[in-house]
Nanobody, 122 residues
């Protein structure tokens, strides 16, 4: 069993930046993803990265503004969020899956963190 813990959320003004981190409790080379859920909305895909960081995927809404990366030596995945918009406000979840290939579907992920709140004020 792998536990995931997110950090780095907070309150930021529109146009600002935040960097989210997701620390895994054990060494893992699984594909990882970030999802988010805004109040009253379904959880949606944000970004994903394969086991060695060689392939990354992004939702159209964040492409060019967000960057997913990983440091396997530290069992950590990051989400750098730039040029934040009020519509980026949500709880952001880190997720991991058993295989090395990244996925955009939430159903493909077996491990989930507790989430970290990101609030972007206008």
């Amino acid at each position: 069993q792998v536990h995931l813990v997110e950090s780095g959320g907070g309150l930021v003004q529109a146009g600002g930046s935040l960097r989210l981190s997701c620390a895994a409790s054990a060494r893992t080379f699984y594909a990882m993803g970030w999802f988010r859920q805004a109040p009253g909305k379904e959880r949606e895909f944000v970004a994903a990265i394969n086991w060695n960081g060689g392939n990354t995927y992004y939702a159209d809404s964040v492409k060019g503004r967000f960057t997913i990366s990983r440091d396997n030596a530290k069992n950590t995945v990051f989400l750098q969020m730039n040029t934040l918009k009020p519509e980026d406000t949500a709880v952001y979840y880190c997720a991991g899956r058993h295989t090395i290939m990244a996925e955009t579907r939430s159903q493909a992920y077996a491990y989930w963190g507790q989430g970290t709140q990101v609030t972007v004020s206008s």
